[in-house]
């Protein structure tokens, strides 16, 4: 819209939303306000660059390199929400399972008499983590 105050040579120029019109004035012409209008005023010139310009291309690397990490951390994620499904115990239990290269027989701890454990070990969330400090202790 201030594209047609500049054509007509117009320094005011007012939009009306709900009629869809560009009314363009004079600087000694009336004034009057409405509260469904929009008022626009012309400026001294036009701006020769954007003072909100976008670096696109640093922002692409930027937004692919975190692409790339997000990715990264999404599968880290995955395969230890997968190895924590794999550690469920009663579903596990008696089967052979191949942990960290190494080949396991899984007995679930609810189907034992848990006073024979010589220790246990809290926040160990995987089996690939229990084998782990199992094999550090041994």
């Excluded at 939303?17 to 626009?40: F, H, I, L, N, W």
């Excluded at 690939?128 to 400090?133: K, M, N, S, V």
Aim: with cysteine; net charge negative.
């Amino acid at each position: 819209m201030p594209e047609l105050c500049w054509d007509m040579g117009r320094t005011v120029c007012t939009y009306h939303a709900p009629t869809q019109r560009c009314v363009t004035g004079t600087e000694g012409g009336k004034e009057s306000t409405r509260a469904d209008a929009v008022y626009m005023v012309k400026v001294e010139g036009p701006e020769n660059e954007d003072p909100f310009a976008l670096d696109c291309e640093g922002d692409k690397d930027v937004c692919l390199q975190r692409e790339a990490s997000l990715n990264a951390k999404y599968k880290e994620l995955l395969a230890e929400r997968n190895d924590m499904m794999a550690a469920n115990c009663p579903s596990q239990h008696t089967r052979y399972g191949t942990i960290n290269k190494r080949e396991y027989r899984i007995w679930c701890s609810r189907h034992h008499d848990v006073e024979g454990f010589n220790e246990e070990h809290k926040n160990v969330y995987t089996l690939a983590a229990c084998a782990d400090l199992c094999t550090r202790r041994a």
